[in-house]
C-alpha cells in the first residue's frame, strides 16, 4: 500500500514537473528579427494563430513550404477569440486572428487589442473588403446561401426557394432555422444585409415576416445548414454553400439568394502585442498574394478577394448572384443597437 | 486502551489526547508533513478557485475604469423568468436523474438480478458524453425526424424545449449520480437490514426505512452535485432548448456573442444564489447524519421481493437500453457513409483523421491522466479535511471545493485567465495551468463522493489506528484511503472522462500548437464533416472508457475476497488490519 500511495504521488509530481518544462518550452519564443533590414529571415520563427477558417491544416502547410515560418493554430470561435484576447489585456498568447466575423474585429479594433498593417500586396484589393487603417484586411468573402433540403421540398410540395421572398410562403412556416443575430456573425450580416438593401422600414417589416416563418433561433452558426441536411428543417441559413455536408451526402442544394446575397469578407488581423510581428506580417502579405489566394480558394471553398482571381468552382454561380452593397464599418458602429432592437422584438 | 476509545466514540479531542500518552517520536514529524499537505492543499483551493473567481465577479463591478453596480441593479427583475427557468428546469432533472440513479445503484447492490457487472460497465460508459456528438444522435434518434420517433413511432414531435433539456440533463446526470450512490450503498451495514427483516419488517419497508435512509449521504451529494450542474450547464439548453432559455445559457451568450462580460458575470452571481441555497440544505443533512456503519461487509444480503427486483430490472434495463441507442448510433456514425441519411459501411471517415488529430488525442490523454490521478487525490484529503479534521474554517473549504461547479465552465477559463495573465503570477500559457484548470473544475465531484462515504462510516476505526499509535499519514493511507476507494475511483473517472470530453473552460488556456481533442472535434462538427467528428467521438469513447474501466479493476479488484461483487471486503481488511 505504502509503496502504491508513492508510486502514486510519484506520477503526480513526475506529471506536473513534465508539464512545466514542455509548458515553458511552449512559450520560448525566437527573437525577433531585425527590422531595419528590408529582407528578413523568418526561417525557424513560430507564428501562433487563432483561427475560424476551413481546410487550415493545407493552408499553414502552404505558408510554412513558402516562407519557413511554422505555424501553431487554435481553432476557436470569433467571440471565444474576442472574450479571450480581452481578458489577456493586449498581452495576447497569439500573433495572427485569422477568419471570422468582421464584427468582432472591427469590436476588437475599437478596444485597440489589434495592430495596423497595410500590406503592400492590398493594392489588388478592393477598398470595400479592407479596413482603411489596416486594422484587419479581408482576405475571401463570405457569402450566406440558403442550404436547402431537397427531400423536404417534394415532401412540402415545394420548389426549391430562391429568393427571400420564397422563404415567406406559408408551406415553410417552422420550417427555416437560422441562428441567434445576437451571437452569430451570419445572422448579424443577413439583419444588416436586409436592413441596409430595403430601407430600414421595407427591411423590419420583412424581417417580421421571416420571424413568423422560424420556430427558434439556434445558439451555434453550423446549427442551421446541419439541422437542414438532417432534415430537421427545410432550409438553414448559412455562411457557407455546405460543401463538406454535400460531400458527406446528405440531398441538400445551396442557394444564393437572387434577390441579394448578404456576404462579409473574412478577415485577418495582427493582435496588438505579437510576438513574431514580422512574420505575421509575412502571413497578411502571403494571404492577398497570388499564390496564397490561390491555395486559400483551393482548400476553402470561398470567394477569393484579389482581382483577376477566379473564385471557386462550386461558387461559379455567385458571378450571377446579386451580392447586397453592405457597408460594414456602419453595420459594425450599429450593431448594438440594431441587435437590441432585435432583441426586444424576437428575443425571449 | 481500546475499550477506552470504544466508550470515548465521536470525540476526537479525547481520543488525541491519549493517543499523545502512547505516541513514538517518529510521529510527530509525520503529523507536521500532515500538518505542511493540508496547508498546501488549503491553499491551492483558494489560489486556484477562490482566486480567479475573485477575479472575475470584480469585472462585474469594475469595469471600463470606474466601479459601479450598475449590472447588479435590475438584474434580478431582467433576469427572473430566466432565473426560474434555471431553477426549474434543474430541480426537475435533480430530482429525476437522482431517482434513476437510486434505482439503478439499488439494482447493482441489492437486486438479485443477472448482470450486474453489465450494468456497471455500462455506466462507466454513459459517464462519458462527448459534447455535440452525443446531441447530434439524440436529434437523429428523437428528433423531427428521429429514427425512433418518426420513422418508428410515426410521431413527428417537436424535440426543442424545456423537455427536451430536462431528459438530456436527466439522462447525462444518472449515470453519476448512480455511481456516487453506489459508493455509499456498498459501505451500507447489512446487520441493520438483516435486523430489520429478523423483526418482521418485509423487503420493501427495509428497503425505504433501512437501507435508503443510510444512504442519505451518498442521495444527498447526488442531489447537490447535479442540481448545481444543471444550474451552471450552457450546453443542452443551445443544443436542444429551442426557443427556452436558462440563465446559464444567456450569461455564456452575453460573453461569446455579446462580448459584455460585466453583464455575465453579474448573471453568473445571480446563478450563485440558488447554488448556495443547495449548498447550505446539503452541508445540513451532512453535518446531522449519524455514523452507522462499522461492522460492514457481513455476508447476508438483503433478499428483495420479486417484484421489487422486477421493478428495479426494468427502470435499469430501460436506461441502459435507452443509453446503449445513442452510443450505438454514435458508433455507427463514423463507419456509416452519411450520418442519418446513408447507413450503408464506409472507411472514409476514418482514412480522413489527420496526424494533427491524432496529436491531439494524445495529448488530451496526457492532460487527462494528470489531471485525473492528481485531482481525486486532492479531493480525497480534503473531503477528509472537511469530514473528520473538521480545521476552523472547514465549511468554508467545503464551499470553495464546490464553487467551480457553480461557474459555467467558459467563465472558469476566463477567470484563469484573468488571474493567472498578469504579474505577480503568470502561469497562462504553460500546460500546468490547464491540467490545473482541469483538476479544481473537477473537484467538487470528488470531494463531494469522498464526503459520503467518511459520513458514513464510523470514525472509531480511525481513533483507535490513532490510538494504537498510527501517525497522521499512515492513519490516511491504510485507514481512510481503503475505504474512500470507491469515492476515489468516482474522482477519477469524473475528472479522467470530462478532460477528455470537455471544451468549455480549456479553449481559453490552450496556447495555439496544443490543441486537445474536443476542439479537433468540435471544428470538424462546425465544418459539416459530421463523420469524421463521430470518428474522434468513438476514439475518445473507447479510449476513455478502457482506462476507466482498467482502473476500476484496478481499484476495486479484490484482495481477500474472491467474490468480486462483494468489493466491501476491503473495510473489513482495513479493520482487520488494526486488529
Not at chain 1, 510519484?10 to 519564443?29: K, L, N, R
Not at chain 1, 493594392?123 to 442550404?147: N, Q, R
Not at chain 2, 450503408?344 to 494524445?362: P, R, V
Request: a negative charge; one cysteine or more.
Amino acid at each position: 500500500m505504502k509503496k502504491k500511495l508513492l508510486a502514486l504521488l510519484m506520477i503526480v509530481v513526475f506529471g506536473f514537473s513534465f508539464a512545466g518544462c514542455a509548458g515553458s518550452a511552449d512559450t520560448a519564443t525566437e527573437d525577433p528579427a531585425p527590422v531595419e533590414e528590408s529582407i528578413i529571415d523568418l526561417t525557424g520563427t513560430t507564428l501562433k494563430v487563432f483561427v475560424a477558417y476551413g481546410g487550415i491544416d493545407e493552408i499553414f502547410q502552404a505558408f510554412e513550404a513558402d516562407t519557413g515560418v511554422k505555424v501553431e493554430y487554435l481553432d476557436m470561435s470569433s467571440g471565444e477569440v474576442l472574450a479571450r484576447i480581452r481578458a489577456e489585456q493586449g498581452n495576447p498568447l497569439g500573433d495572427i486572428w485569422f477568419g471570422g466575423g468582421v464584427d468582432s474585429f472591427i469590436a476588437a479594433q475599437n478596444d485597440g487589442l489589434l495592430e495596423s498593417y497595410v500590406s503592400p500586396e492590398a493594392e489588388h484589393v478592393p477598398a470595400k473588403y479592407l479596413d482603411p487603417d489596416g486594422y484587419w484586411t479581408g482576405v475571401s468573402l463570405v457569402t450566406v446561401s440558403f442550404i436547402v433540403n431537397t427531400d423536404r421540398c417534394e415532401e412540402i410540395g415545394i420548389e426549391t426557394p430562391q429568393t427571400w421572398q420564397d422563404l415567406l410562403q406559408p408551406e415553410l412556416k417552422g420550417e427555416i432555422l437560422m441562428s441567434n443575430p445576437s451571437i452569430s456573425g451570419t445572422s448579424y450580416t443577413i439583419l444588416s444585409g436586409i436592413l441596409q438593401s430595403m430601407g430600414e422600414e421595407e427591411g423590419w417589416a420583412y424581417i417580421d415576416q421571416l420571424n413568423q416563418q422560424i420556430p427558434y433561433y439556434a445558439k451555434r452558426g453550423s446549427e442551421p445548414p446541419q439541422k437542414a441536411a438532417l432534415g430537421e428543417v427545410t432550409v438553414g441559413l448559412a455562411p457557407d454553400t455546405g460543401e463538406s455536408l454535400k460531400a458527406e451526402g446528405y440531398p441538400i442544394v445551396s442557394i444564393f439568394p437572387q434577390d441579394g446575397t448578404p456576404w462579409w469578407p473574412s478577415p485577418v488581423a495582427i493582435l496588438k502585442g505579437a510576438e513574431n510581428l514580422e512574420g505575421a506580417k509575412a502571413f497578411v502579405d502571403w494571404c492577398l498574394s497570388e499564390k496564397g489566394q490561390e491555395i486559400l480558394r483551393d482548400n476553402c471553398p470561398r470567394v477569393p478577394v484579389r482581382e483577376g482571381i477566379e473564385p471557386p468552382e462550386c461558387l461559379a454561380a455567385i458571378k450571377e448572384a446579386k451580392l447586397q452593397d453592405i457597408d460594414f464599418v456602419v453595420a459594425g458602429n450599429v450593431r448594438d443597437s440594431v441587435v437590441e432592437q432585435w432583441q426586444t422584438k424576437y428575443g425571449e | 486502551m481500546y475499550g477506552i476509545v470504544w466508550l470515548n466514540s465521536g470525540r476526537p479531542s479525547m481520543v488525541n489526547k491519549i493517543k499523545q500518552g502512547v505516541s513514538f517520536k517518529g510521529t510527530s514529524f509525520s503529523d507536521f508533513i500532515a500538518g505542511l499537505i493540508y496547508v498546501l492543499i488549503a491553499a491551492s483551493v483558494i489560489l486556484f478557485i477562490l482566486w480567479p473567481t475573485i477575479a472575475i465577479l470584480v469585472k462585474s463591478v469594475y469595469y471600463g475604469g470606474n466601479f459601479t453596480f450598475g449590472q447588479y441593479i435590475q438584474l434580478f427583475t431582467e433576469n427572473r423568468q430566466l432565473l426560474l427557468n434555471s431553477i426549474l428546469v434543474s430541480a426537475s432533472s435533480t430530482v429525476l436523474a437522482v431517482t434513476l440513479g437510486l434505482f439503478v445503484a439499488l439494482f447493482i447492490t441489492h437486486s438479485g438480478n443477472r448482470g450486474k457487472k453489465t450494468v456497471f460497465a455500462v455506466l462507466l460508459l454513459t459517464m462519458i458524453s462527448p459534447p455535440f456528438v452525443s446531441a447530434l444522435s439524440y436529434i437523429m434518434l428523437f428528433g423531427r425526424r428521429g429514427i425512433i420517433t418518426y420513422y418508428l413511432l410515426g410521431l413527428s414531435i417537436n424535440p426543442y424545449g424545456w423537455h427536451g433539456v430536462v431528459l438530456m440533463q436527466t439522462l447525462s446526470h444518472a449515470s453519476l449520480a448512480a455511481l456516487i450512490i453506489l459508493g455509499v450503498l456498498r459501505g451500507i451495514d447489512k446487520s441493520l437490514e438483516q435486523a430489520s427483516l429478523d423483526l418482521g419488517a418485509g423487503s420493501l419497508s427495509t428497503l425505504l426505512k433501512i437501507t435508503i435512509p443510510l444512504a442519505k449521504p451518498g442521495i444527498i451529494a447526488a442531489v447537490l452535485i447535479s442540481f448545481i450542474q444543471s444550474l451552471a450547464d450552457f450546453g443542452t439548453p443551445i443544443i436542444i432548448g429551442g426557443n427556452f432559455t436558462v440563465l446559464a445559457t444567456e450569461a455564456y451568450l452575453n460573453v461569446i456573442g455579446l462580448y459584455n462580460l460585466p453583464r455575465a458575470a453579474a448573471m453568473g452571481t445571480l446563478l450563485m444564489i440558488p447554488a448556495l441555497l443547495m449548498f447550505v440544505i446539503y452541508r445540513r443533512v451532512v453535518e446531522n447524519s449519524e455514523y452507522f456503519s462499522l461492522r460492514v461487509g457481513s455476508d447476508s444480503s438483503l433478499a428483495l421481493s420479486r417484484w421489487i427486483n422486477h421493478v428495479l430490472a426494468l427502470v435499469t434495463w430501460s436506461f441502459i437500453l435507452f443509453q446503449l441507442l445513442q452510443y450505438a448510433t454514435i458508433l455507427w456514425g463514423a463507419f456509416a457513409k452519411t450520418w442519418g441519411v446513408d447507413f450503408t459501411f464506409s472507411m472514409k471517415h476514418i482514412q480522413a483523421l489527420g496526424i494533427g488529430q491524432l496529436l491531439a488525442f494524445a495529448r488530451s490523454l496526457e492532460y487527462a491522466l494528470i489531471a485525473a490521478l492528481a485531482g481525486s487525490l486532492i479531493g480525497m484529503i480534503i473531503a477528509y479535511m472537511v469530514e473528520r479534521k473538521k480545521f476552523p474554517g472547514y465549511r468554508i473549504l467545503d464551499f470553495l471545493a464546490t464553487l467551480p461547479y457553480m461557474i459555467p465552465g467558459p467563465f472558469l477559463g476566463i477567470a484563469y485567465v484573468l488571474a493567472f495573465h498578469d504579474k505577480p503570477l503568470i502561469l497562462t500559457g504553460t500546460v500546468f495551468i490547464v491540467i490545473v484548470n482541469c483538476i479544481y473544475r473537477q473537484l467538487p465531484i470528488s470531494t463531494k463522493a469522498g464526503t459520503a462515504v467518511l459520513t458514513q462510516l464510523n470514525p472509531e476505526t480511525e481513533y483507535g489506528a490513532r490510538d494504537l499509535g498510527a501517525d497522521e499519514i499512515s492513519t490516511f493511507k491504510d485507514v481512510i484511503l481503503p475505504s474512500l476507494k470507491p469515492a476515489f475511483l468516482i474522482g477519477f473517472i469524473n475528472t479522467f472522462t470530462t478532460t477528455m470530453t470537455t471544451i468549455g473552460a480549456i479553449i481559453f488556456l490552450v496556447v495555439p500548437g496544443s490543441e486537445v481533442a474536443t476542439v479537433q472535434m468540435f471544428n470538424a462538427i462546425k465544418t459539416g464533416q459530421i463523420g469524421v467528428s463521430a470518428v474522434i467521438a468513438n476514439m475518445i469513447i473507447i479510449v476513455t472508457l478502457a482506462v476507466n474501466l482498467a482502473f476500476s479493476y484496478f481499484i476495486l479488484r479484490p484482495q481477500r475476497y474472491k467474490d468480486s461483487e462483494k468489493m466491501e471486503g476491503t473495510y473489513v481488511s482495513a479493520i482487520e488490519g488494526i486488529r
